[in-house]
């Protein structure tokens, strides 16, 4: 099996309403969090809001850095193995849920409850109960030793 390089990802957690806004491919079943690869030479910080430019229009939203998340899956027959900053996403108060919508033609963005997550397909499945107990800052989650 073909193995890749490790990639460095930013991903946010945007919270409205005690739910949680996720990405997915289209078609696909599984879903993130929002945000995509850290470009070399960029910080983590920076490449989350480009991607939440990119992909939802967001500019200049408040980001403080809540955890980090080692995750490792097979993608396309070749092993995956990336590293998450993760960070929580403060929007301004009169943010509207259906204001949030893809501007990729490739993703689509759904609202899941956060009591939901496990039986909608959460990717990394470490995030559920770090999501559940509040997003403390400061962890360190990883789906290791599931692969």
């Excluded at 079943?29 to 929002?34: F, M, Q, V």
């Excluded at 030479?41 to 229009?57: F, I, V």
């Excluded at 849920?97 to 939901?116: G, M, Q, T």
Aim: proline share 4%; aromatic share 6%; hydrophobic share 35%.
């Amino acid at each position: 099996m073909k193995e890749t390089a490790l990639e460095t990802i930013a991903r946010g957690v945007i919270i409205l309403k005690e739910r949680l806004l996720v990405c997915r491919a289209l078609g696909s079943e599984r879903c993130y969090l929002p945000g995509g690869h850290v470009d070399h030479g960029e910080d983590g910080h920076t490449a989350l809001n480009r991607e939440l430019h990119e992909e939802l229009g967001l500019l200049g939203g408040s980001l403080t850095f809540a955890a980090t998340c080692e995750h490792a899956f097979i993608q396309k027959s070749a092993k995956v193995h990336e590293w998450s900053l993760v960070f929580n996403v403060s929007l301004p108060e009169d943010t509207k849920e259906d204001a949030l919508c893809s501007k990729e033609s490739h993703i689509e963005f759904e609202w899941i409850p956060i009591r939901e997550l496990s039986e909608r397909g959460l990717e990394p499945s470490c995030l559920i109960p770090w999501l559940e107990e509040g997003s403390p800052t400061g962890a360190f989650l990883s789906t290791m030793r599931e692969v």
